[in-house]
């Protein structure tokens, strides 16, 4: 799997041997490995192509809902990158779509979702940065109010929308800069300690060819100003790697070996262990150790105290 992935990120051709299907759908590359030449995918593609449809079929209602209802709002993450970094929709599979809205605005976007039928299983709480919204098979919408949680990192989205500027995907809605998509990418990826769906190299790829020398500077800079300097060192040893396919580079250090995952837990997409989670998540973040322990009491008891009824 990391073989194929290093061939993507070359722009290669892959030699012809087959690949088990299930691991690519696990890490959303069926589409891409389709076009590197992995066979027997042609009836996957024109699925996916399909989904595709459905998405974009959902993005152009809920543009209505919000703009009926006066809400700001864009694509992130993979429901951007489909539109804005891939030559085809269907080449980049999305398990749900993420939306963000103002932080002023989060309330009124729940209550325009939950009008048009979306539904969630969890507690609406103020503590989250994100809410997962369910309606018929297949709409999944994560409506995000922030990148983390507000006590977990050091991100806030104020500037994203007075940088913003019109969208031509959909309308209605804005879109971040490049910078600010990238910076948004490279914080997703380290707050899951970089295990996470192995497309997430090639948007990571892709959203950085955009950028100009001065552009990346301006990347860099904001990345040190919100204690993600060091997360982006790994990830740069990490790309290096994957491209080249184990090769060590001579910038790693003893805190970058610590913090890059195994090949064995890149393609699993798990972490070995919970306590090296936790131990690669206060590496990254050494500044953010009381947020971290205050929020990960938030994210194991705040939906039980939030049922507690006060007599």
Not at 193 to 205: K, S
Not at 231 to 253: D, I, K, N
Request: proline letters at 5%; hydrophobic letters at 40%.
């Amino acid at each position: 799997m990391l073989d194929l992935l290093s061939v993507l990120l070359r722009g290669e051709t892959w030699p012809g041997t087959d690949i088990p299907h299930q691991e690519l759908r696990k890490h959303h590359l069926r589409p891409l490995a389709h076009r590197a030449g992995v066979p027997g995918l042609d009836e996957t593609y024109s699925q996916i192509a399909f989904f595709a449809a459905m998405h974009e079929r959902t993005l152009r209602e809920l543009q209505d809902v919000f703009a009926r209802s006066s809400i700001a709002w864009t694509t992130i993450k993979g429901a951007s990158y489909a539109w804005s970094l891939y030559p085809e929709p269907a080449q980049r599979p999305m398990s749900d779509m993420d939306l963000i809205v103002p932080a002023s605005q989060f309330a009124r976007a729940i209550e325009a979702l939950q009008a048009v039928g979306y539904t969630t299983p969890v507690t609406i709480r103020g503590s989250r940065h994100a809410q997962t919204f369910y309606r018929r098979e297949h709409e999944i919408v994560d409506l995000h109010r922030s990148i983390l949680q507000p006590l977990r990192g050091n991100s806030r989205t104020d500037r994203f929308w007075e940088r913003a500027t019109s969208s031509t995907a959909f309308t209605g809605s804005v879109r971040f800069s490049d910078i600010d998509m990238a910076f948004i990418h490279i914080a997703h990826m380290a707050r899951h300690e970089f295990v996470l769906p192995l497309i997430a190299h090639i948007d990571l790829q892709l959203l950085m060819a955009r950028l100009s020398s001065e552009q990346e500077r301006e990347l860099r800079a904001l990345l040190h100003a919100h204690n993600l300097g060091f997360a982006f060192r790994v990830l740069e040893e990490l790309g290096a790697r994957l491209r080249a396919r184990g090769q060590r580079h001579l910038r790693s250090t003893q805190r970058i070996e610590f913090v890059l995952p195994s090949d064995t837990e890149l393609v699993a997409r798990e972490h070995h262990s919970r306590a090296r989670q936790i131990g690669r998540k206060l590496t990254l973040f050494p500044g953010d150790a009381p947020a971290l322990l205050a929020s990960y009491c938030v994210d194991r008891w705040g939906d039980r105290l939030s049922k507690l009824r006060v007599p």
